[in-house]
């Protein structure tokens, strides 16, 4: 699974110049295993080096199969939960202090970007927000499957509260990460916090 994963993306990342459509398929490979898998946030953090982290988001959203076909139900939800896994793994950084120039890397134009400083805090506020609308969305509130996604969330925004001295915010965070464990009916607390 991962390992594979990671394989794929060195070896796209070796031959990328030489040969595109070679690295192509190496990531087309790639992004098919992970919607297999359905690998979370935490997961990605556990088996990948940051610059792989990056690189491998990048390529989930950016070659989804929805976004060269006609969308199905289940391509759509996979690009939903691929673009939530972004904001969310956008947010872990920053509240974990990665390195700058490892969150800053969506494509820009260079003379119409702002600062990196402000473009980091940028890409914060959007992150963030994205999560907070889509925890507080009440049509994910009764999908089984988006449950753990909802509980890991509910932390990172916890957490991030945390980080920013609003206490108050982050108990009731976590507090509702509690309870959507408890919900659960057989949680699998290895993917969550």
């Known amino acids: 699974g991962p390992e594979l994963i990671r394989s794929l993306l060195e070896q796209a990342n070796s031959?990328?110049?030489s040969n595109p459509a070679k690295r192509a398929k190496f990531i087309q490979?790639?992004?098919?295993i992970a919607y297999t898998l359905k690998l979370s946030v935490p997961d990605i953090e556990k088996q990948f080096p940051i610059k792989l982290q990056k690189q491998f988001l990048q390529e989930l959203i950016t070659n989804?199969?929805?976004?060269t076909s006609s969308?199905?139900?289940?391509?759509?939800?996979s690009l939903i939960f691929y673009e939530i896994s972004l904001h969310q793994w956008i947010l872990r950084a920053i509240i974990r202090d990665v390195d700058k120039d490892n969150i800053v890397f969506l494509e820009t134009n260079p003379d119409q970007s702002p600062s990196p400083p402000d473009y980091l805090h940028i890409l914060e506020d959007t992150s963030f927000q994205y999560l907070i609308n889509w925890f507080k969305s009440p049509c994910h509130t009764e999908a089984a499957w988006f449950e753990p996604v909802r509980c890991q969330i509910s932390f990172d925004l916890g957490e991030y509260y945390f980080s920013?001295?609003?206490f108050e915010e982050a108990?009731?965070?976590f507090l509702s990460c509690q309870e959507l464990i408890q919900k659960m009916e057989t949680p699998?607390?290895?993917?969550?916090?």
């Open 15 to 17: 031959t990328s110049a």
């Open 29 to 32: 490979l790639a992004t098919q």
């Open 171 to 173: 108990k009731q965070y």
């Open 188 to 193: 699998d607390r290895s993917t969550l916090c």
């Open 164 to 166: 920013r001295d609003n």
């Open 71 to 77: 969308k199905a139900p289940s391509e759509t939800f």
């Open 64 to 67: 989804h199969p929805s976004k």
